[in-house]
Structures are given as structure tokens and as C-alpha cells.
């Protein structure tokens, strides 16, 4: 059974630095896509970055250069490390893991940032 739990959100100033972590049950890395989306109140989720099985990762246009996803094999957790935080990235975050089209989900973390 795949469970996803997501930890490190909270309150950070516009500019600041946040790492987020997902705890993976149940997911082998080997095989499955993991993800983070993100979602704001009367918006749909939004794919915020990814790392393939084989370990390419891509981010979206609005937070690249800023955040960086990345994963511990040894540890099964993945990580997103969001710098120049802004206002705008203000959301619930999730956790996503993906086989050939199943989607599993974490929870979500709050980022709120603020000053």
C-alpha cells in the first residue's frame, strides 16, 4: 500500500528558503515518476516538478531556477528545495507518485509566504 507524507511546510518572508520532504511507503523509486503539485483555493492542482525512475527531473516554468526536487534512495523520501520564495507560492503542497498512471497522494503541507 503506497503512503505519502509530506512535512517541512510553514510561514517564510518573501526571498526566504523552504525544504520540503515526502516520506514514501509502498513506492519504489525504481519505477515510479514522483512529484510535487501544488494548489491555491479555487484553483486546480498544478504540476510543480518531477524525477523520473531513471532520475530526470524537470520543473515548471514558473518556479525554475528556484526550486529543486530531488530524492533519497536510502531513505525512499524526496525533497523539494524552494528558494527566492514569493508570495505566489503560497499554497498547499503534495506529494505525488506516479505508475504508469496511477496517481497516489500525500496529504499536503501549507507554504505560506509572507512578511
Known amino acids: 500500500q503506497v503512503q505519502l507524507v509530506e512535512s517541512g511546510g510553514g510561514l517564510v518572508q518573501p526571498g526566504g528558503s523552504l525544504r520540503l520532504s515526502c516520506a514514501a511507503s509502498?513506492?519504489?523509486?525504481?519505477?515510479?515518476?514522483m512529484g510535487w503539485y501544488r494548489q491555491t483555493p479555487g484553483n486546480q492542482r498544478e504540476l510543480v516538478a518531477t524525477?523520473?525512475?531513471?532520475?530526470?527531473?524537470d520543473t515548471a516554468d514558473s518556479v525554475k531556477g528556484r526550486f529543486t526536487i530531488s530524492r533519497d534512495r536510502a531513505k525512499n523520501t524526496v525533497h523539494l528545495q524552494m528558494n527566492s520564495l514569493k508570495s505566489e507560492d503560497t499554497a498547499v503542497y503534495y506529494c505525488?507518485?506516479?505508475?504508469?498512471?496511477?496517481?497516489?497522494w500525500g496529504q499536503g503541507t501549507q507554504v505560506t509566504v509572507s512578511s
Open positions: 505525488n507518485a506516479n505508475w504508469i498512471g496511477r496517481h497516489y
Open positions: 509502498g513506492v519504489i523509486f525504481s519505477v515510479y515518476t
Open positions: 524525477i523520473t525512475p531513471g532520475g530526470t527531473t
